[in-house]
């Protein structure tokens, strides 16, 4: 295991009696397992099962669980790792944490700009409408092809510049004849006498 895995600073196993039987270094074998002195307990939200522990120091984080056989404990399994490995390992999920959110708020970003130009989009076009009828361009006609609200408000403009339009030649034509009573008038009373 520590051979294959580099990141594995410690690999053995112990019997209840604390001699090694299991390590990558053969010299080791039968020889009494001694912890570090600067190692100690590590807090950890994660429950522990029985006889399990989890202990460390600046360079190392051990692992240490028993090893039972039939309902007897036989000794206990250690594995360390290196700290820098950890380190290095939780730097590269952040930084794709950062890279997924990043992309996710550019994507929402440009969804969101998206959306307000399909939605304003009809809006401009109402504006513009607009404009043109307080201009006296009444012959346009708004084109807004929605069924939103907005589209039954391009069509009420549509149907106002058109009523305006009929109701300004009603009035340019009521000019016109009041124009031509005023005028045959004029010639009446220059024909009769004063």
Known sequence: LKA?????A?????????VIQGD?????????????????AVKTNVPLGRGEMLMGDSDLLIAQAPVIKNGSRLGIAIVGIKRGYLDALFQTSRREQLMIVGFFLVLGIASSFLLMATILRPIAALRLGIERIGKGDLDTPVPVQDRTELGLLAVAMNDMAAELKRA???M???????????????????????
């Open 4 to 8: 294959k895995e580099k990141e594995i």
């Open 10 to 18: 410690i690999g053995l196993v112990v019997d209840r009696h604390g």
């Open 24 to 40: 990558s270094d053969a010299r080791q074998l039968g020889s009494a397992y001694n912890p570090s002195i600067t190692i100690e």
């Open 168 to 170: 300004q030649s009603e």
């Open 172 to 194: 340019v034509e009521r000019e016109r004849l009041a124009r031509e009573v005023d005028l045959a008038r004029q010639i009446q009373r220059s024909l009769l006498p004063s």
